[in-house]
């Protein structure tokens, strides 16, 4: 139960990170790399997980560590499409 939690998290984050910042280049290289950064929270999140009794034993540090590496391959997959994004929106042109 957890594990879809986590997973449909990590999927909607990545989505809207894809979604509200179309056609920007700036702003999806500076997204992925959030994103890519945001991993490093893991060691805070799993303590802070099992002492509030949200994830229970291996099966919420397995949870845990595959929603951190979706936020990883998402912030990957997100800088790889700002470098093929147009610089900016021009107006007309949906």
Known sequence: M???IFIILAYAIV???????KRNKKNRLITGVVLMI???TY????????ETKVIHELEGTGSLIVFH????L??????IAGIFT??????GND
């Open 2 to 4: 957890v594990l879809t």
């Open 15 to 21: 989505a809207f990170s894809l979604n509200l910042t």
């Open 38 to 40: 945001s991993v490093l």
């Open 43 to 50: 060691p805070l999140t799993l303590p802070l997980l099992h």
């Open 69 to 72: 590496l979706l936020l990883l």
């Open 74 to 79: 998402g912030g990957i997959i997100t800088i």
């Open 86 to 91: 147009k610089t900016k929106l021009i107006e």
